[in-house]
């Protein structure tokens, strides 16, 4: 079982449209998490960071966490064709690895007009 | 502020051959990780590097190596290429613990 996991999509909405990203994760004892978005060619950016049970927003996106379910999600309002991108999903490891991210493998988003 | 620097951007190298990455963090950041990011992989945890000390590393071979210097500037090296270290190297610097912001990558590739 991999570490962290997302469906690899591609994901396509309509612009305007919420769209959602779900995200797994193996370890019940990992403890932060990290939504980065990766344009085509680009390096990754983070756009997102939740430590604890519930929601966070920002601007139009809102990361939610249940760490009972082990399942963070991502969801993007108001979807705009320049939010067409991979959206990667990141946790620390359960050994407390102060820097290291484990990465899922990306989900594609597609925002068509 | 500025943001994470890494050079060179594009590296094409041989088999057998060894490289030199190097990776300039946001000014005041002293934590320094490397990943690699292959399609095959995604993107993978290389080491991490903190006050000149290596304080992770992932699952790679020894051919895969680090250094911080005082001024908080990495470098990450590979011995020996391998066709399969074909990747894009990415550098990423934090202030606060796991909140890491990446650089651009140095595309390298192995011939």
């Known amino acids: 079982q991999k570490e962290v996991e997302q469906n690899s999509g591609p994901l396509s909405v309509p612009e305007g449209a919420i769209a959602s990203l779900n995200c797994t994760y193996s370890d019940r004892v990992s403890q932060s998490f990290f939504w980065y978005r990766q344009y085509s060619g680009k390096s990754p950016e983070l756009i997102m960071s939740i430590y604890s049970n519930g929601d966070k927003e920002d601007g139009r996106f809102t990361a939610q966490l249940n760490k009972a379910s082990q399942y963070v999600s991502l969801l993007i309002r108001d979807s705009q064709p320049s939010d067409s991108a991979t959206y990667l999903c990141a946790v620390t490891p359960p050994e407390g690895g102060y820097n290291k991210l484990i990465f899922g493998a990306g989900t594609r988003l597609a925002v068509h007009p | 502020k500025a943001g994470v620097t890494q050079t060179p951007r594009y590296l094409i190298k041989t088999r057998g051959q060894q490289v030199t990455l190097s990776c300039s963090p946001i000014?005041?950041?002293?934590?320094v990780s490397w990943y690699q990011q292959t399609p095959g992989q995604g993107l993978q945890f290389l080491f991490e590097?903190?006050?000149?000390?290596?304080?992770n590393k992932g699952n790679f071979p020894g051919r895969f190596s680090g250094r911080q210097f005082s001024n908080s500037r990495s470098e990450m090296n590979v011995s020996t290429l391998e066709l399969g270290d074909s990747a894009l190297y990415l550098c990423?610097?934090?202030?606060?613990?796991?909140?890491?912001?990446f650089g651009p990558g140095t595309r390298l590739t192995v011939t």
């Open positions: 590097y903190f006050s000149e000390t290596q304080r």
């Open positions: 000014s005041g950041h002293r934590s």
């Open positions: 990423a610097s934090s202030s606060t613990p796991s909140e890491q912001y």
